[in-house]
């Protein structure tokens, strides 16, 4: 198990090393990553390689028992490149190139860029290879730079449509630009979409694939290079959960395993659900366990920073995404630096460098961690629920969101919090995952519906699975043009409705619903649902304009059934009876029912099922528990119920017997 943090060495006295590197031995710290932003440090002219001091450092950290993770150092520029090289710098949509002095000021089209690019990974790589306690690299640094309007860009858009499409017939169609007048007759016409609010809506989304595209590329070479000269190390890259400017899933191909960035704003209660879903993002980019590259370890902030994470809270963040899947975990940073814009975004230790509590509290974490390292090997998440989680989607409703407040995540998220409430994990799987060992899946907000995927999804219903849809889904094809058929579309015979018309809620303006879900309060969008076989679940008593139409409705086809949502509820307690519904249909039992505001989740291996129990509250909170578990925490068998402190985490298996493992999920 690795655990330890981004740690700078570049940033402090050589005097300093040793003293860092003990303190880290001393609290259990393994791993660091360094160097993903010192290109300057490493190659201070062009051509010239400086390796010296970052061999040095590693040398210190070997010393300790620390691995290290490299950064290829492309995330900033060094000044010499803005000045030899201006071309590399981005330019901004109103045609003025970026000035140099942040991050991420890079041009992904610029040969010159990818060129330096490629020749400073290629010596990192070439050096690093044989030093021992390398043991992996991470890709430039958070990917998701600011998007480049210049002529180069422009060029290799217009070749990557000429790519995909073939003609420009092809390409008109496509786009629907007869809109307008907005037919363009040779591929030089075509024009960067810069207005957001203004431009086509389906040359933004192709747009948006264009540049997520751009920034693969870009990696891409850099991943070869490191193949084939570091052939023993990994490759990861730092993700950003739920950040969405990418395709995350294209990204994440070529890459050992995924790493991600997890900043939970300390003391806001709905981020820990969105942590959670997050981490399920994350592992589901590639079916696998991720890593955590970076995680705050204090206040953070850029200007002005916020709220400390109290005692508890560094360890219960680390622990969710243990239970979510995380097999390594480092913090960011170290020690806060006294220089540059993160002087208060901080670390494990203070300004002063001294080990005090959040130091004396990751270390603690480091220890139990390397306690539950064999348990926790070879296992992972098992979900019988999968949410859809798709890029052109979110993408399509961020050019248009049909209703204001609608985004993809807040979607998502308004279901995933009823299951993290109910106990049971789910898995974010692609749009073309598939989905036949699930027992329920969620489609969310699933805008952009090819016909191929309503197709599927409506096989899997007819097979047996339930699925759940609501607004807005199915409204979009692939290419961001309306469909032309009435809604749900292709989905119409598994959810058993028809949709011929929609209204928006005004802010002010709410509309009681009512039926076997509860009472609740509809706003912001409601669907005139007109059941067509579906049963309905819910409907508007008070409003007289929807009277004859459904809010919430359950259809049974073939073997499974269809579940849609017309509207945006403002209850929690409506997506609790809402799921609890789907789970009686698709025969999903949770393994607890926990009490408020404490999370399960379970990972599992051949012989081994880990429960994770975490109470994201400050009050004590107590919950009964099977029989039959290990307390591997206390090192002690677990009693009949556990009081689990604020903030506080435990960790419970089952002998690792094949037999206890199936007497286990019998009593659950
Ligand atoms: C991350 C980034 C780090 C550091 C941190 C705090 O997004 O990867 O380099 O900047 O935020 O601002």
Avoid at 31 to 43: C, G, P, S
Wanted: glycine content about 8%.
């Amino acid at each position: 198990m690795y655990v330890g943090v981004d740690y700078y060495p570049e940033h402090w006295p050589r005097a300093r090393w040793e003293t860092d590197a003990r303190l880290m031995q001393e609290a259990g710290f393994n791993v660091v990553r360094l160097a993903e932003f010192a290109w300057v440090m490493l190659e201070p002219d062009e051509g010239r390689f400086t390796f010296d001091w970052l061999d040095d450092a590693l040398a210190v950290l070997a010393d300790h028992g620390i691995a290290a993770i490299l950064g290829t150092p492309t995330a900033v520029m060094p000044a010499w490149v803005a000045r030899k090289y201006p071309e590399t710098l981005a330019t901004r949509d109103t045609g003025a190139r970026i000035t140099w002095g942040v991050r991420k000021n890079n041009c992904f089209t610029s040969g010159t860029y990818r060129l330096l690019s490629e020749r400073i990974t290629r010596a990192m790589a070439t050096h690093f290879a044989a030093t021992p306690n390398v043991i992996g690299w991470q890709t430039d640094n958070e990917f998701g730079h600011p998007k480049c309007y210049c002529a180069t860009c422009r060029a290799e858009f217009q070749d990557w449509l000429r790519a995909k499409y073939g003609t420009l017939d092809a390409l008109n169609a496509a786009w629907g630009l007869h809109f307008w007048g907005h037919l363009v007759g040779t591929w030089g016409e075509v024009q960067l979409p810069v207005e957001p609010g203004g431009s086509n809506p389906s040359a933004l989304l192709d747009w948006q694939r264009f540049y997520s595209w751009l920034n693969v590329r870009f990696q891409h070479d850099q991943v070869q290079i490191l193949r084939a000269a570091a052939p023993d190390h990994f490759i990861t890259h730092n993700c950003m959960g739920l950040f969405s400017d990418l395709n995350y899933y294209d990204l994440a191909a070529e890459l050992d395993h995924v790493s991600w960035d997890n900043y939970p704003v300390w003391g806001v209660p709905r981020v820990m659900g969105e942590a959670a879903a997050a981490a399920d993002v994350m592992r589901g980019l590639k079916r696998k366990n991720f890593w955590i590259m970076e995680q705050s370890a204090g206040p953070g902030g850029w200007g002005s920073f916020g709220r400390n994470p109290w005692p508890g809270e560094l360890r219960l963040v680390a622990y969710q995404q243990l239970a979510h899947g995380a097999d390594g975990q480092i913090w960011f940073r170290w020690r806060t630096c006294t220089a540059g814009r993160e002087q208060y975004w901080h670390g494990l230790l203070g300004h002063d460098g001294r080990p005090l509590r959040r130091y004396r509290e990751a270390a603690q974490t480091a220890a139990e961690y390397h306690r539950l390292a064999p348990h926790l090997a070879g296992t992972t998440v098992h979900a019988d629920v999968a949410f859809i989680n798709d890029y052109a989607s979110i993408w399509a409703l961020q050019i248009q969101p049909g209703f204001e407040g609608n985004t993809y995540h807040a979607a998502l998220q308004r279901y995933y919090d009823a299951f993290l409430r109910a106990g049971v994990n789910v898995d974010m799987v692609p749009p073309d995952a598939d989905l036949s060992a699930y027992r329920i899946v969620v489609a969310a907000d699933l805008h952009v519906l090819p016909d191929a995927l309503a197709e599927r999804l409506a096989a899997y219903v007819h097979g047996g699975g339930v699925l759940l849809a609501d607004c807005r889904t199915g409204v979009k094809t692939e290419t961001n043009l309306c469909h032309d058929r009435t809604l749900p579309g292709l989905l119409a015979a598994p959810l058993g409705i028809t949709i011929e018309e929609y209204d928006v809620v005004p802010t002010e303006l709410t509309y009681a619903i009512d039926g076997t879900l509860g009472a609740c309060n509809a706003h912001q969008y409601v669907d005139w649902i007109t059941p067509d076989g579906a049963a309905v679940l819910a409907r508007y008593p008070d409003a007289w304009q929807l009277a004859e139409f459904a809010a919430v409705t359950r259809n049974r086809y073939g073997a499974g059934a269809g579940y849609y949502v017309g509207t945006v509820v403002q209850e929690p307690a409506f997506y609790d009876a809402l799921i609890a519904d789907l789970f009686a249909t698709a025969g999903v039992t949770p393994l607890l029912t926990p009490p408020p505001g404490v999370e399960v989740s379970v990972r599992a291996g051949d012989d081994t099922t880990l429960l994770f129990l975490l109470n994201q509250t400050q009050e004590p909170k107590t919950v009964a528990l099977p029989a039959g578990l290990r307390d591997l925490l206390a090192e002690a068998d677990a009693g009949a119920s556990v009081t689990l402190e604020r903030f506080g985490v435990a960790v419970y298996a089952l002998e690792k017997t094949p037999d206890a493992h199936h007497r286990l999920e019998r009593t659950l």
